[in-house]
């Protein structure tokens, strides 16, 4: 078969990225080749992996707690632990403490969706409420935090954009499903996953310009980089529907037949790209390959386990090893060898086989078991964007070299990554969490005349700052840094560095003799960014030092 030129903006942003979206791709010395294999482009395949399984487990979660599906708690499981694998990834960039303030701002946001997907099952308006006002909650601290830990390279606003579309497209998934309009719901499913690789691709270029010694100066958004993420998406995203296609119909579920449409679009989307590499000829070679014994096999094969039909599911299985063999044929022909077809062939046994094994866990009742072999399975296709992109770019480096850079003389000193600090209260609780370590205060955070106040001294103490008291003028002095702070108690005016300005509400002293100062304006005067929890009166406050 005679292999065509590639196109690759075929691959490399029409498939990912929305009109618009695409941000101009970073240069590199004109005599370099180009490569998928970078530490940039590693962290953008790694995030690639974590949000995207992120997405399509909240999906899944939500809806099986809506039916309540007998594998609805291994499904919300399956989503926690994903929140938890993000923090080794969060640790070595921030920081312990960093990795912790992550752990429990992104699982809160987990409970929260669970939650409100058992409101609507209840029918409990209030309920509701309350699981929306915490999913708006998370927007706002956890863009915060972004913005904090990425000094500012990702603005809190834009932050806030794009988890605020996250959060709105999960919600529209789960809302065209409770209404039964399966096709929509998997119409958005298709939108929103997308979304979240538009999303790794900011973080992680946020991440590699902050911290470039890192990741030795390499970015995650060159033209190799996308062909490795769009490449990862559509695999990911097949596996994804896939294994719950697999599972709707094993139980008859109403939406099956809409899954089995949605993983038509997959196919679809995949046939335009391999046309962009071998042609219309290709393109239907591939379809064929695909379509009767991947995708069909697949539904087969659930047919088979479920008549319980042994000679039915040994001869599934024989068309499954001949696609692995044909098609892994296919890649080594069409790369020129670059992707050997032995190696391609081996990865997509590997694949069938965790596809099997996690559809006959979940046939068997072991749910926990099926979800802990989905997401392995998960995590191991995004090897193919790895090994089939090099394969293309080693093959076509022309198309994907990105324009030359005039490196700056003198180089600048790259900036080092800041460390992380967390502060967190509770109104009317003793509790003082900076960053790992816990306290308790003599006192607690209040709210008065509408407005929260803080122990001056605790917080003050807290970050690392010195708390004295002057009998003379009874003003309490905190030196923070380079910084000196004077507060009088009942008055509405305070000293920075020896000039008097006004304080938007006056300092208190509460009933244990401890001075209470607004949390907004200490926050502001101290530079930190603060979050305030309104459902349980949770206080957090993050800078970076």
Do not use: C
């Amino acid at each position: 078969m005679k292999i065509k030129k590639l196109v690759a903006p075929v691959l490399s942003l029409t498939l990912l990225i929305p009109a618009g979206m695409a941000a101009a791709a970073p240069v590199h010395a004109a005599s370099m080749k180009p490569t998928v294999n970078t530490p940039a482009a590693d962290l953008r395949a790694g995030l690639d992996q974590l949000l995207s399984e992120h997405f399509a487990l909240a999906v899944v979660a939500m809806t099986k707690a809506y039916e309540g599906s007998k594998d609805a708690a291994a499904a919300y499981k399956a989503l926690d632990q994903n929140a938890i694998d993000m923090g080794p990834a969060i640790e070595s960039l921030y920081g312990k403490a960093g990795a912790d303030e992550f752990e429990r701002i992104f699982r809160a946001h987990n409970q929260a969706t669970d939650e409100f997907a058992k409101a609507v099952k209840m029918n409990n308006a209030d309920a509701k409420k309350a699981a929306q006002a915490k999913v708006q909650s998370f927007v706002d601290e956890f863009s915060s935090f972004l913005a904090t830990a990425t000094a500012g390279n990702l603005p809190k606003e834009a932050a806030a954009q794009a988890l605020r579309l996250h959060e709105d497209q999960v919600q529209m998934v789960f809302d065209e499903y409770v209404a039964g309009d399966y096709k929509d719901a998997y119409s958005k499913y298709r939108e929103g996953y997308k979304t979240m690789f538009v999303i790794s691709k900011a973080l992680s270029t946020a991440i590699a310009k902050q911290m470039p010694d890192k990741f030795n100066n390499t970015t995650p958004d060159t033209k190799a980089a996308d062909l490795r993420s769009s490449l990862n998406a559509l695999v990911s995203e097949h596996v994804a529907l896939s294994v719950l296609q697999m599972q709707k119909q094993l139980d008859g579920s109403k939406d099956s037949d809409a899954l089995i449409s949605t993983e038509a679009m997959n196919t679809a989307d995949w046939k335009a790209a391999i046309s962009s590499l071998y042609g219309a000829a290709g393109a239907d070679g591939f379809e064929k390959l695909w379509v009767t014994n991947h995708i069909n096999a697949q539904s087969d094969y659930v047919n088979a386990v479920k008549m319980n039909d042994a000679n039915a599911e040994a001869a599934v299985k024989s068309r499954i090893e001949s696609f692995t063999k044909d098609f892994g044929a296919f890649l080594g022909t069409a790369t020129n060898g670059n992707l050997p077809a032995a190696a391609a062939t081996e990865a997509l046994m590997k694949h069938e086989g965790q596809i099997q094994a996690a559809f006959d866990q979940y046939a068997a009742g072991n749910y926990d078991g099926a979800y802990a072999t989905d997401r392995e399975g998960f995590k191991f296709v995004f090897g193919v964007g790895q090994a089939l992109g090099n394969a293309i770019v080693t093959q076509y480096p022309d198309k994907f070299m990105d324009a030359p850079v005039v490196t700056p003389t003198p180089t600048p000193t790259p900036t080092p990554a800041p460390e992380m600090t967390t502060v967190w209260m509770k109104l009317n609780s003793k509790q003082l969490k900076v960053n790992s370590s816990t306290t308790q205060m003599d006192t607690t955070p209040v709210m008065w005349n509408g407005m929260t106040y803080i122990p001056l001294r605790f917080l003050s103490e807290g970050i690392g700052a010195t708390v004295s008291y002057d009998k003379a003028t009874k003003g309490i002095w905190v030196m923070a840094g380079s910084d000196k702070l004077g507060f009088w108690a009942g008055k509405d005016t305070f000293s920075l560095n020896g000039v008097n300005k006004k304080v938007s509400s006056k300092v208190v002293i509460d009933k244990n003799g401890r001075t209470l100062v607004p949390l907004r304006f200490i926050a502001e005067t101290l530079n930190w960014n603060v979050m305030f929890n309104s459902s349980d009166g949770s206080i957090t406050l993050t800078s970076t030092m």
